[in-house]
């Protein structure tokens, strides 16, 4: 384990992870709607009523029987009676026969009979009781029909996937207040090293304060998880043991992020790989920043372990933890991740067989947005602070030309 | 206010909107930073410390002076005398002295005297007590410099900065665990129609349950502001002057989803007017959806007055409230939104001289990804579940070609 076995491009590496995990049956918990925003659905959702529950006006207007307006025009207009106005929220108390009509608004119901509707704007009215109808409607015309958006007993949401303010409003509108969804995965956050102290201390000459718990739990919330903080373990083997077998045991995932010499490195690769088998699948990724990252399968819990230069934890983490995620989550719709067109401003020079991502910061301009590389090393977090995105070198790149067209994925 | 006086395209209308706001000094609060995630900063942010605080070594090797390693060679090495092995988290009890080299980790902390490392490769051992040097190193190679990252006193965070795992890390790294960030913009969210009741009620013939309320509220939380919902208010002009005064009142903003009548339109229009000065700004946009949607100021505050269609609503408040949301919170660095490039998979068309939002689903394919273009019609919520995103046809087209290259805003 001292040597990097093998380099393995992200796209296979991520694939041999993914690949040693179990199919999950992830574990549902029902919560109210209104909590639901962010979460994945547990189990397909169908809808219990039709929708809409009755056919609706879209306009404002005169509902009416279609076959009533046929060949009416502004010269010759069919002449209807007016039987009444259809208040909101009611059913009409009528049946509309041959020759009425009744006035209606956007969202009213249409009365029994009735199976269309003449815009308020081709009538006139000239008599009190009756109205001139100056254009013909077809059947069905300016009408939702029942069940229109979604019919009874329709999968209105697969299970699988993730909740968006147009579907929690979809929910309400089927009058579903409650919902099993996906408990969100527990991720373990192990960070070591001797050096390392918590932010809260006061620092001595040789200590760092620990970033990369924070930054890394902030990545696993924004992306849908619930990280669970395991503190600063030191450079010992047993101390790591116990931590990450404990870590492994409590959560559903964990991600060690651990020093950056050598030493560390293997030490906790060789620990990880004692946690379960298939253990340590990959140690080293033809990535640059990220060569040293370890992804594992313990005990059917995937392990991802980060090199400790802040930048390069969260530049990997950015890479392996989202699909992870997904998985664990059970989700089934993975909507296209946002990502910008952009242009580079400056040449960018990357090793061909590496993937490369660079720290970019975006900039609007007249001829669209331009994308200005960051300058960085791989322990300077505010790099990253300073970047909106971060822009990938294609492994058969020797570097991107000034002006290249090239994808931005946002920070 | 009964007819749209002028036809105002969205991004004309947004501007009389913003330019009617009164400059914002947003409120802050203290928290945690472990809390802060999305949170935007109320005041610039200063590093107390500089980070590094010493000199660090970016590899595994010896750290040196330069001077010693010059001209150093595999034939002819650089012959130092090993004094020790540093730490890590400790500072070294030595000072280096002319001819001497200490064992460092990456990380490590370079003792007094010391300018520069070489990497471990770049040596080797063949006495005990001395290393031979086989490449020089110039001063500074392999070293983080004091102050490297961040300086002391440097504005590390501006105010106005939505914070991302980047900063979050970055605090932390600085010693930072509690901040001052911008209270979160209340927004009032005010929903009417004599046909609407609330989710958990059956449905009776002629009655729809809310949506637009849950869809907002989703929508305010997602862009950072705090949903404070109304309930629903009748029809009746005395109940919305009292829910939506009281709103006003209660809140930063508000967003009244009113019927989609005429009558109920201009109802809304005339009360959201005598909430204040300078009332209504603009009554009519040319879009679609979302032709009669209002913007008005009232007493400093924002007012959007919305379609009860629940897709008309969604959409347009997609496109209105992220930048008021913006102004309300003092958001000073505005990164780019995430917008996709995609090939449209069908002709779409379009009135010229109106914009036109089209929902899409996004299809990965081996060409890229596809835009196929959704039917929908504004009252049916279902068809913005079942898209990723809008697709947005400006004014001066007659609507985009099969084959089009377009852009995509994720829902």
Same mark, same amino acid.
């Given at each position: 384990?001292?040597?990097?076995?093998?380099?393995?491009?992200?796209?296979?590496?991520?694939?041999?992870?993914?690949?040693?995990?179990?199919?999950?049956?992830?574990?549902?918990?029902?919560?109210?709607?209104?909590?639901?925003?962010?979460?994945?659905?547990?189990?397909?959702?169908?809808?219990?009523?039709?929708? +809409?529950?009755?056919?609706?006006?879209?306009?404002?207007?005169?509902?009416?029987?279609?076959?009533?307006?046929?060949?009416?025009?502004?010269?010759?207009?069919?002449?209807?009676?007016?039987?009444?106005?259809?208040?909101?929220?009611?059913?009409?108390?009528?049946?509309?026969?041959?020759?009425?009509?009744?006035?209606?608004?956007?969202?009213?119901?249409?009365?029994?009979?009735?199976?269309?509707?003449?815009?308020?704007?081709?009538?006139?009215?000239?008599?009190?009781?009756?109205?001139?109808?100056?254009?013909?409607?077809?059947?069905?015309?300016?009408?939702?029909?029942?069940?229109?958006?979604?019919?009874?007993?329709?999968?209105?949401? +697969?299970?699988?996937?993730?909740?968006? +303010?147009?579907?929690?409003?979809?929910?309400?509108?089927?009058?579903?207040?409650?919902?099993?969804?996906?408990?969100?995965?527990?991720?373990?956050?192990?960070?070591?090293?001797?050096?390392?102290?918590?932010?809260?201390?006061?620092?001595?000459?040789?200590?760092?304060?620990?970033?990369?718990?924070?930054?890394?739990?902030?990545?696993?919330?924004?992306?849908?998880?619930?990280?669970?903080?395991?503190?600063?373990?030191?450079?010992?083997?047993?101390?790591?043991?116990?931590?990450?077998?404990?870590?492994?045991?409590?959560?559903?995932?964990?991600?060690?992020?651990?020093?950056?010499?050598?030493?560390?490195?293997?030490?906790?690769?060789?620990?990880?790989?004692?946690?379960?088998?298939?253990?340590?699948?990959?140690?080293?990724?033809?990535?640059?920043?990220?060569?040293?990252?370890?992804?594992?399968?313990?005990?059917?819990?995937?392990?991802?372990?980060?090199?400790?230069?802040?930048?390069?934890?969260?530049?990997?983490?950015?890479?392996?933890?989202?699909?992870?995620?997904?998985?664990?989550?059970?989700?089934?719709?993975?909507?296209?991740?946002?990502?910008?067109?952009?242009?580079?401003?400056?040449?960018?020079?990357?090793?061909?067989?590496?993937?490369?991502?660079?720290?970019?910061?975006?900039?609007?301009?007249?001829?669209?947005?331009?994308?200005?590389?960051?300058?960085?090393?791989?322990?300077?977090?505010?790099?990253?602070?300073?970047?909106?995105?971060?822009?990938?070198?294609?492994?058969?790149?020797?570097?991107?030309?000034?002006?290249?067209?090239?994808?931005?994925?946002?920070?």
């Amino acid at each position: 384990m001292s040597e990097f076995l093998t380099l393995l491009s992200p796209q296979e590496a991520l694939k041999r992870w993914l690949n040693a995990l179990p199919e999950v049956e992830p574990e549902g918990e029902e919560i109210s709607t209104l909590e639901a925003l962010g979460r994945v659905t547990a189990e397909p959702i169908r809808a219990p009523e039709p929708m +809409p529950l009755f056919p609706r006006s879209t306009v404002d207007g005169y509902a009416v029987r279609a076959a009533d307006t046929f060949g009416a025009s502004d010269s010759l207009p069919a002449y209807l009676t007016l039987v009444g106005e259809i208040g909101m929220g009611r059913a009409p108390e009528f049946t509309l026969q041959p020759g009425q009509a009744a006035l209606i608004y956007t969202g009213g119901m249409l009365p029994e009979g009735a199976d269309a509707v003449v815009m308020l704007e081709h009538t006139q009215t000239t008599m009190p009781g009756e109205i001139e109808v100056l254009r013909p409607v077809g059947v069905g015309e300016n009408v939702l029909k029942v069940g229109e958006d979604v019919q009874i007993e329709d999968e209105v949401i +697969p299970a699988g996937v993730r909740l968006r +303010p147009p579907e929690i409003g979809g929910l309400m509108g089927l009058g579903i207040t409650k919902l099993r969804v996906v408990k969100k995965p527990r991720v373990g956050i192990v960070s070591s090293g001797d050096e390392v102290i918590p932010p809260e201390q006061p620092l001595r000459p040789g200590q760092v304060r620990d970033i990369n718990s924070y930054s890394l739990s902030a990545l696993v919330e924004v992306e849908g998880g619930l990280p669970q903080r395991y503190g600063i373990v030191p450079d010992r083997e047993d101390a790591l043991r116990e931590v990450i077998g404990r870590a492994l045991e409590e959560n559903d995932m964990i991600i060690v992020s651990a020093g950056s010499s050598i030493g560390t490195r293997d030490l906790t690769a060789r620990v990880i790989n004692e946690m379960g088998l298939p253990g340590v699948l990959v140690h080293g990724i033809n990535i640059r920043p990220g060569k040293p990252t370890i992804l594992a399968v313990c005990n059917g819990k995937p392990i991802l372990g980060l090199s400790g230069n802040p930048v390069s934890a969260l530049v990997v983490a950015q890479i392996f933890l989202p699909p992870v995620l997904e998985h664990l989550l059970g989700l089934t719709l993975k909507r296209p991740r946002a990502r910008l067109q952009a242009c580079l401003t400056l040449n960018v020079p990357s090793q061909a067989g590496r993937e490369d991502y660079v720290p970019v910061r975006l900039i609007e301009s007249a001829k669209g947005l331009l994308a200005e590389p960051i300058f960085y090393k791989s322990n300077l977090i505010f790099s990253l602070v300073r970047a909106d995105g971060l822009l990938r070198i294609p492994a058969d790149a020797t570097g991107l030309a000034s002006g290249a067209e090239v994808e931005v994925w946002l920070l």
